[in-house]
T-cell receptor
Framework: DSGVTQTPKHLITATGQRVTLRCSPR?????VYWYQQSLDQGLQFLIQYYNGEERAKGNILERFSAQQFPDLHSELNLSSLELGDSALYFCASSPRPMNTEAFFGQGTRLTVV | KNQVEQSPQSLIILEGKNCTLQ??????????LRWYKQDTGRGPVSLTIMTFSENTKSNGRYTATLDADTKQSSLHITASQLSDSASYIC???????????FGKGTHLIIQP
């Protein structure tokens, strides 16, 4: 158990809908990262937050947004969902940005039908 | 563009055998390189992390090597076990705020 908690584990929704994925980082970790992993694809970095502020942005679509709250948990919001958004979404956390090991949650499997 | 290329894409070996996975990267500047193990449908778990000044690092039956001059890394698994069946992902960090660069992974299958 990495200490990073993601909910829900599975999510099935229809095209055009909006969903929210939640991540609770390890106790004491200030950085949260979101990644997308599509079938047979490598992990794609979406966005990073550090102590409540956006720190780095990767290949995140405009339909997606995220935030980190004062208690350090983070939410990833996906809207106007398309079939191609079906993927595993991972959250990772680390004490400091980037230069330390990142610990991954178990992921949320999103299926858009 | 920063890239991480891994080979082979997939590998099947018999239990008890050794194997070596390769990673070539073009990330520049380079700060560190990590190897992760990802079981199917689960989150990646870190095996090793090496800075540019480190040549080798071991974690049990896993030994990672790094050649920062040729921008190559390898992960050697000795005396493979069935539980080693997983994807092994090479990840680099350039030290900037633009995130990590992930390889697509090598899918390793250990057969009894």
């Amino acid at each position: 158990d990495s200490g990073v908690t993601q909910t829900p584990k599975h999510l099935i929704t229809a095209t055009g809908q909006r969903v929210t994925l939640r991540c609770s980082p390890r106790s004491g970790d200030l950085s949260v990262y979101w990644y997308q992993q599509s079938l047979d694809q490598g992990l794609q970095f979406l966005i990073q937050y550090y102590n409540g502020e956006e720190r780095a942005k990767g290949n995140i679509l405009e339909r997606f947004s995220a935030q980190q709250f004062p208690d350090l948990h983070s939410e990833l919001n996906l809207s106007s969902l398309e079939l191609g958004d079906s993927a595993l979404y991972f959250c990772a956390s680390s004490p400091r940005p980037m230069n330390t090991e990142a610990f991954f949650g178990q992921g949320t499997r999103l299926t858009v039908v | 563009k920063n890239q991480v290329e891994q080979s082979p894409q997939s590998l099947i070996i018999l239990e008890g055998k050794n194997c070596t996975l390769q990673c070539n990267y073009t990330v520049s500047p380079f700060s560190n390189l990590r190897w992760y193990k990802q079981d199917t449908g689960r989150g990646p778990v870190s095996l090793t992390i090496m800075t540019f000044s480190e040549n080798t690092k071991s974690n049990g039956r896993y030994t990672a090597t790094l050649d920062a001059d040729t921008k190559q890394s390898s992960l050697h698994i000795t005396a493979s076990q069935l539980s080693d069946s997983a994807s092994y992902i090479c990840v680099t960090w350039g030290g900037g705020a633009d995130g990590l660069t992930f390889g697509k992974g090598t899918h390793l299958i250990i057969q009894p």
